[in-house]
């Protein structure tokens, strides 16, 4: 499986359940180890790295965080800085949790209890931990699964951010379930099917009716995209069903 | 520096100032118990003279002090800072707050070696008066080395340390069980009274031994702070993410917690309750930011040896009850507060 991640950009992956898109990012930041291959990133193998500097490369964001150790929320963010500090916190290291702090709007939240905030916030906390963390690639498993409608707009809205601002180079790859959310707000999709890469492209390019029906098991519409609206795909209720010739049944629920 | 970086700093620095406080009050609380005992002419305000050099003392008084309560304090002292630190460490690794030193089966190796000594007279080394010492000192670590062997053929995780360190709990209880059913009176009231925890056993030679290997491997302990932080706070995954090696510093961490708790309760005999108790009471202060949590703990676990030690002396005088049962009776009630009151775990 090759693919790219272009400076300033968000790549999906999108995919049924179990078709790898969590272990796929997993193996990136060496949770897991792949059974068998190497992994790669910038032509070196990621086991050749260290877990510091891995982790100065690329930075993780679960689904969620449960602790039974809460800490402040300033403190949780500050262990973004674990891989550049020796022991000591320097007042640039508390600076850049500062900035981070207020770039996130997490000012209200900065001296509260990690497990006293709403789901939504904490993934905010995770997020700007992350960001403190400086990685070139940002890695993000379902961030939005747990949260509301609002939470997961703003959250990705937040992540478009991340990547886009200033003169960084950050790019992000995100393991995603919402379609719609996929399709609006990245630059490339990943479809995964069958443990390959189905389609790799823009989501125009990816999310197709057919694509959509081979990896997902459902009829599909697609409403373009125009100047003030992205790409929606609205699923409809049937089933799609495939026997060994070309010929498609579709079931028909009347 | 912005406003938000001030905060941090203002509250870390009334956190510390807290520690160091505790700390001076723990300190006072031991001269304070240096003072206190069945002696009549002992009092305080007499021990205190003594140790200022404002009055010199008797042969009988100098021995009382220096001989007898002396080294109980400092191993007071030692031995909750080493239960102390292990208990909140091996907390933080485990990622479980209700863990304590004894968790893994040091405590249960460490009775087996002491029985193994008491009723068989087996013994590693040739000098009978260190048997019980050498013996649960070396199979406290026998088990520890056993539960890391494991881990490293199984990838244990958290949870099955806690699991496998039951199980040999009970495998050790059972084989010293087997040993007390076969025991002669004497052997089996040995064998009891070492079960109690009492810090009269070290003469001040071993506690000062005692005291540098504590005091040495402290600043090992401090040195995993930030990465304890990361996995107490978000599992193995979060540690990993965030450069953090679980698998190692956890090995690392048992070993050392092993060693803090083999080294005290080889000499002392069974004293829980301190190293479950000192992080819960620490984390009330300071919060779950292991550079601030491990110096606390260890200041709250001398504290609590020395007020248990000192009300097992003095409640029922002459009469001298062993500081692992004062801890067991203090113990059960506080905990129970700890865990209903607001600001429990």
């Known amino acids: ?134 990685p070139d690639l940002y890695l993000f498993d379902e961030p939005t699964s747990d949260l509301d409608l609002n939470s997961q707009i703003q959250i990705m809205k937040r992540i478009r951010q991340l990547v886009s601002v200033g003169d960084t180079s950050k790019s992000a790859l995100i393991a995603i379930h919402d379609i719609n959310i996929a399709a609006r707000f990245s630059d490339r999709i990943i479809l995964m099917h069958d443990g390959g890469i189905k389609a790799y492209g823009t989501p125009e390019e990816v999310l197709t009716e057919q694509n959509i029906a081979d990896v997902f098991g459902v009829s599909s519409e697609l409403i373009k995209a125009t100047e003030n609206s992205p790409l929606r795909i609205l699923i409809n209720d049937e089933i799609i069903k495939f026997d060994s010739t070309d010929e498609q049944e579709v079931d028909d629920n009347e | ?156 995780t958290a949870e099955s340390y806690i699991l496998v360190g039951i199980a040999i709990t009970f495998i050790c209880g059972a084989i010293v069980s087997a040993m007390q059913y076969f025991a002669t009176d004497a052997q089996l009231s040995q064998l009891a009274h070492w079960s109690f925890g ?29 990465d304890l932080n990361a996995i107490s706070l978000g599992g193995d995954e979060f540690a990993i993410t965030t450069g953090v090696d679980p698998i190692s510093i956890r090995k690392n961490i048992l070993i050392l917690s092993a060693l803090m708790t083999s080294i005290v309760i080889a000499f002392t005999g069974m004293i829980g309750f301190v190293g479950l108790a000192a992080p819960h009471m620490s984390r009330i202060i300071v919060g779950n930011d292991f550079r601030k949590l491990i110096p606390c703990s260890a200041v709250f676990g001398a504290f609590l040896m020395i007020f248990a030690d000192t009300l097992g002396r003095t409640l029922f005088a002459p009469i001298v009850i062993p500081v692992g049962v004062m801890l067991s009776i203090i113990g059960g009630p506080f905990f129970m507060y700890l865990l209903l009151s607001k600001r429990g775990i």
């Not at chain 1, 499986?1 to 272990?23: W, Y």
């Not at chain 2, 007071?76 to 907390?91: D, E, S």
């Not at chain 2, 504590?214 to 040195?223: E, R, S, Y």
């Open chain 1, 1 to 134: 499986m090759t693919f790219n991640l272009g400076k300033n950009q968000i790549v999906s992956l999108l995919g049924k359940n179990g078709a790898g898109k969590s272990t796929l990012i997993k193996c990136l930041n060496r949770i897991l180890s792949p059974q068998s291959g190497v992994i790669k990133v910038n032509d070196k193998d990621i086991k050749d790295l260290d877990l510091v500097q891995l982790s100065k490369l690329m930075s993780y964001v679960p689904q969620s965080v449960r602790t039974n150790f809460s800490m402040d929320v300033f403190d949780v963010i500050l262990l973004g800085r674990r891989p550049h500090i020796r022991w000591r916190v320097s007042p640039q290291d508390r600076d850049k949790v500062s900035e981070t702090i207020r770039y996130l709007g997490l000012e209200e939240f900065s001296f509260r209890k990690f497990d006293e905030i709403s789901g939504g916030e904490r993934q905010r906390v995770i997020i700007a931990k992350a960001v403190v963390q400086d």
């Open chain 2, 1 to 156: 520096m912005d406003s938000i970086s001030l905060k941090h700093i203002k509250n870390g620095k009334l956190q510390v100032s807290i520690v160091i406080l505790l700390a001076v009050f723990t300190i006072l609380s031991a001269l304070f118990a240096l003072g206190i005992g069945s002696s009549e002419n002992l009092d305080f305000f007499t021990t205190v003279k003594f140790i200022f050099g404002f009055e010199e003392p008797s042969d009988l008084q100098s021995a009382i002090i220096w001989e007898y309560r002396f080294p109980r304090i400092l191993m007071a002292i030692i031995g909750g800072v080493a239960l102390a630190t292990a208990g909140a460490l091996m907390q933080g690794c485990l990622g479980n707050p209700l863990v304590s030193p004894l968790t893994l089966g040091v405590a249960s190796g460490a009775a087996l070696g002491a029985a193994l000594a008491i009723v068989l007279g087996f013994s590693i080394v040739s000098i009978p008066e260190l048997a019980i010492v050498a013996n649960s000192f070396v199979f406290s670590l026998i088990v520890v080395f056993i539960i890391i062997q494991l881990g490293k053929m199984t990838s244990l």
């Open chain 2, 198 to 226: 009492s810090l009269s056993r070290p003469d001040l030679a071993d506690v000062l031994w005692i005291s540098v290997v504590v005091i040495g491997l402290l600043p090992t302990a401090m040195k995993w702070s930030w």
